[in-house]
């Protein structure tokens, strides 16, 4: 991870650090209901806020401690239409690499559960889980763009159960 990665998350956790000690402080002090229910708000601020921001940097912390999982790129036709997705682990160097093999489409790419990590429009980023996903996707694609490095093969992957076939099973259940 980047200095500057690690410096936004120290911030970020002593921002969140000093509003806890506030709210453990201001316990002592409350007088009536009212002040509980301020409380209350509060604590609920802070969950919410550490819950959003885990979530946005779960796939990034995953990417940077080589905690890669299977993913799914969908190309995408001129009228919306998708066809069987392209199952290959998620590293940052095989997600450019596929962009990079699709340059005129639109795709996708997205979890097991069809949660977007990133969408294009040819080669170009659209939209992406978090920043500092976009920042490290970056960093493998925009040489590939620039022609520095050569676009290389994805290893599509042939074992277990394709996505596909994941939602086939679950139509023939319903």
């Known amino acids: ?3 500057e990665n690690y410096e936004h998350l120290r911030q970020l956790l002593e921002e ?4 806890l000690i506030e709210v453990t ?3 002592s002090e409350l007088d009536d209901v009212a002040d509980f229910q301020e409380l209350l708000i509060e604590m609920e601020n802070v969950q919410y806020s550490l819950t959003t921001w885990l ?3 779960q796939t990034f912390e995953q990417s940077v401690t080589n905690e890669v999982e299977t993913v799914y790129g969908y190309v995408i036709g001129n ?3 998708c066809g069987d997705p392209f199952e290959f682990t998620g590293t940052m160097e095989n997600i450019a ?3 990079m093999s699709q340059e005129c489409n639109r ?3 997205k979890d097991y559960f069809g949660d977007l990590y990133v969408s294009t429009f040819g080669t170009f980023v659209d939209k992406v889980c978090s920043e500092e996903y976009r920042l490290a996707l970056l960093e493998e694609l925009l ?3 620039n022609g520095e490095i050569e676009i290389g093969e994805v290893p599509y992957l042939e074992e277990g159960t394709t996505l596909s076939e994941f939602n086939e099973i679950g139509m023939q259940m319903r």
């Open 25 to 27: 402080n201001d316990i």
């Open 143 to 145: 040489p590939r763009q």
């Open 79 to 81: 009228h919306g239409e």
């Open 16 to 19: 969140i650090d000093g509003r």
């Open 107 to 109: 795709i996708e790419i």
């Open 55 to 57: 979530e946005n940097h």
């Open 1 to 3: 991870m980047e200095k």
């Open 97 to 99: 690499n596929f962009i």
